[in-house]
């Protein structure tokens, strides 16, 4: 209750009388650690994914050989595979980097420790203790609503994405811009902002 009434800027100031300067920076290496394989394994996986599922999708329509639904060229996605490559791509994220770097940030932010006597230091330290005390499995835990959430967020954030991407430059083409090569650097902006607020709503139940 003491620390709802303080507030975010009074929190901050009880967190530096208490603990120090340095501890509201507890658990950045965790969160660099983290988010830098997590947003290579996102992009990677989900071009993987697209690839293949786009690959199994046109090979599907031309066995059943229809004269109304032809196959797709190259760079170009339908809708449920953009979906299913983002969900898939969540997932992986989640199993590989999401899970274990979260545990680890979570445990050294909750080290009230002294600096100097902290037994959670940095997230690679701090995975070896865990796995070292009680198992590669604790790394894991919560891991399904952890799959749940990114693999739920990364759908909702790539499908829309090129959605919006897709129609807007298909509005540009038919008001005559016969030049149209991407999005401009500003869409781009936009586009991923709304795009990526888009995610956490979806998850956020």
Known sequence: LQHQVLGPIGTARHIIRSEGFAALYKGLTAVYTGIVPKMSIRFLSFEWYRERLSFYSNTYMHRQNSQQQQPLPPGQYTRSVTFLAGLSSGLTEAVLVVTPAEVCKIRMQSDKSPLHNRKYVNVVQTSSVIVREEGLGAL??????????????????????????????????????????????????????????????????
């Not at 919006?164 to 430059?169: G, H, M, N, P, S």
């Not at 090569?181 to 936009?190: A, C, D, F, T, Y």
């Open 140 to 205: 894991y835990s919560g891991v399904v609503p952890t799959m749940m959430r990114q693999g739920c967020n990364q759908a909702v954030n790539f499908t829309t994405y090129n959605y919006f991407k897709d129609t807007l430059i298909q509005y540009r083409k038919d008001r005559g811009d016969s030049n149209v090569m991407g999005l401009r650097p500003h869409e781009s902006l936009v586009l991923g902002g709304v795009s990526g607020g888009l995610g956490p709503v979806a998850n956020n139940p």
